[in-house]
């Protein structure tokens, strides 16, 4: 019965990850693959297991994070949306709280990347975060709505032993 168990639970787990990654785009599973020091992971993990709400039309403060040679770093930022997108300007926050635009940071987006993506989804956000983009730099860049994750509600709660919830028929 203990194989069984142990054979069902590591087919479910398989699964999972073949889903998992067949939700993530080539450039997604490209960088996990590599490994990722730094903030991006802890975001990308929580926003992928929690979700997030609908992100509503309006300007947003946002984490921007940035992936340079398996390196990643995050900065305070703000976005538009409108419809359910990302639009122009991306701001990003100094230390003395203004923002600037973020193309002082990135001249732009990448000329050939870009022109392999659907323009119809290119700025979609899914689960609190916009798609990995590749800049001119040849910098990752993503955004996440902080602000609208999923409340985190723990892990799954463990049943106890049948003897005990099983009582006498109850």
């Known amino acids: 019965?203990?194989?069984?168990?142990?054979?069902?639970?590591?087919?479910?787990?398989?699964g999972s990850v073949k889903a998992q990654k067949s939700a993530m785009s080539e450039d997604e599973l490209s960088i996990f693959s590599t490994g990722i020091e730094g903030c991006y992971?802890?975001?990308?993990?929580?926003?992928?297991?929690?979700?997030?709400?609908e992100v509503p039309d309006g300007e947003h403060e946002?984490?921007?994070?940035?992936?340079n040679q398996g390196r990643s770093k995050c900065y305070m930022a703000k976005i538009n949306v409108v419809d359910g997108k990302i639009t122009a300007p991306l701001?990003?926050?100094?230390?003395?709280?203004?923002?600037?635009?973020?193309?002082?940071?990135?001249?732009?987006?990448?000329?050939?990347?870009e022109a392999k993506q659907d323009p119809a989804t290119l700025?979609?956000?899914?689960?609190?975060?916009?798609?990995?983009?590749?800049?001119?730099?040849?910098?990752w860049l993503r955004v996440f709505f902080?602000?609208?994750?999923?409340?985190?509600?723990?892990?799954?709660k463990v049943a106890p032993p049948a003897s005990e919830l099983l009582k006498n028929g109850e």
């Open 91 to 113: 701001t990003v926050q100094k230390e003395d709280g203004a923002f600037v635009p973020a193309a002082r940071m990135f001249k732009g987006l990448d000329d050939e990347w």
């Open 62 to 67: 946002t984490v921007l994070v940035v992936i």
């Open 123 to 139: 700025n979609q956000i899914t689960d609190g975060m916009s798609r990995l983009f590749k800049s001119e730099e040849g910098y």
């Open 41 to 53: 992971t802890n975001y990308y993990i929580a926003f992928h297991e929690r979700g997030a709400m």
């Open 1 to 14: 019965m203990k194989k069984l168990l142990f054979l069902a639970l590591t087919i479910m787990v398989i």
């Open 146 to 156: 902080h602000t609208f994750i999923a409340p985190d509600h723990g892990g799954n």
